[in-house]
T-cell receptor, first 114, second 110 residues
């Protein structure tokens, strides 16, 4: 299995621009997570999907952030408009949803907003 | 979920066993102990988890004390590639949340 795939790996954009991050979970996994990691705040859960349905989005910072999962093999995290404080590494993770299951992380997208 | 306490950093010589401690004194009976690591510029990587029995896999061993208030992750023969931040997390098996602390920065020295 190829593992969790994220694209792009690096993104540099200017303040005010729209940014879209993409994730392909491990085939057969029915849970998907988006995380953000910064030096100041560490790893934070942004949103959790189960069977393509958003279950918990309480970690989404504000209305500028949105996430979708149109099917079991694809998810997007969009920031519109982007701000310099959104600069971080964004990780996608997936799990099988079984009892005591583990989350498998992608390589991350390093976002820099100028 | 119970909180965990880990040392900020540790050193270990290459080829020796690396023993990483974790305190979780408020752990509940249905909470598992998970270990992940994050190598620089990579996503977190699952290592091992356990409930109350000791566990071993191809990467590491997990020793949980009888009262479950602490545990130790053991990397039996550390290599330079094991240099990473190691996170100890306790989690209810039905809860998807992983509460990430600061972890232990393990440096393997040649």
């Amino acid at each position: 299995d190829a593992g969790v795939i994220q694209s792009p790996r690096h993104e540099v954009t200017e303040m005010g621009q729209e940014v879209t991050l993409r994730c392909k979970p491990i085939s057969g996994h029915n849970s998907l997570f988006w995380y953000r990691q910064t030096m100041m705040r560490g790893l934070e859960l942004l949103i959790y999907f189960n069977n393509n349905v958003p279950i918990d989005d309480s970690g989404m910072p504000e209305d500028r952030f949105s996430a979708k999962m149109p099917n079991a093999s694809f998810s997007t995290l969009k920031i519109q408009p982007s701000e310099p404080r959104d600069s971080a590494v964004y990780f996608c993770a997936s799990s099988s949803g079984q009892v005591a299951d583990t989350q498998y992380f992608g390589p991350g997208t390093r976002l820099t907003v100028l | 979920d119970a909180k965990t306490t880990q040392p900020t950093s540790m050193d270990c010589a290459e080829g020796r066993a690396a023993n990483l401690p974790c305190n979780h004194s408020t752990i509940s009976g249905n909470e598992y102990v998970y270990w992940y690591r994050q190598i620089h510029s990579q996503g977190p990587q699952y290592i091992i988890h356990g409930l109350k029995n000791n566990e071993t896999n191809e990467m590491a061993s997990l020793i949980i004390t009888e009262d479950r208030k602490s545990s130790t992750l053991i990397l039996p023969h550390a290599t330079l590639r094991d240099t990473a931040v190691y996170y100890c997390i306790v989690r209810v098996n039905s809860n998807y949340q992983l509460i990430w602390g600061a972890g232990t920065k393990l440096i393997i020295k040649p």
